[in-house]
């Protein structure tokens, strides 16, 4: 079914493409002589000041192939995210928009999903009820109201991380550094954090565990204004290879996000009921 082919797709991108990061201005100036390791804790030390973000994703999932999507998402004082996706391999099925207003998500399949479903393209999943219900079961609609920052925070496990050199992306001038982390090295560099801190981060570490990856190759390109312009991870998991690549565009500006009209939403609690 169509509608089908958008909740899957929705779900997937949603798991694993929202690695975004963004990262504050300190409030002291950078030294030159600051070693690739101390630039990149530098700037995940930042993550929570995140207020909202927008941001480009390409890349390959490995169950979905090629996808891309555009996402904004509000994190303070409460969360909100809209976001339009696309499976480039699987055609007119492949399109799909998520929405999170209120603790509730919505995925818009267009006209596609419409047509499998009496002329509504969106299906709502209430995710309170569903935390009440399923727990641990939620998958990747549990992680919708995550904050999208932590994946950036790998690297700071890394023990090889190094600066490549300078490039401008999107008119931005940029350091680059690269490095490879495995999800126990990850770990381990979190033993001296903040309890709040360590628990967000490997919160993040779940899903890829899940996947089977156990080890990325990531590159951060960070802007003369501390904050990271573009993101990226790639890494081995059990059905293929994850390659995701994240362009930030604007942090901490408004974000507004509408749910759905109601004439246009599939309940799917009343959807189950009926089956």
Known sequence: MAASSAVRVGLAVLLLGTGAVACSKGDTEESPKMTPAAA???AAKNVEDITSLSYRMTGRTPEEGRVKADAKMRLKPDVAMSMKITALDQGTDGTAEIR???????????????????????????LSAMGAAGGESLGAAGQADKNPAQESTFLTGSKDVKEVGTETVDGVKTTHYKGTVTLDQFRDSLKNETKATRETREKSLEQYEKLGIEKFTMDLWVGEDELTKQFRMRGAADKGPLDMTITFDDFNKPVSVVAPAAKDVVDLAEMLKGA
């Open 40 to 42: 990149v804790a530098k």
């Open 100 to 126: 999170l207003v209120d603790k509730a998500m919505f995925i818009g399949g267009g006209a596609a999903a419409a047509a499998e479903m009496d002329g509504k393209s969106w299906i709502k999943f209430d």
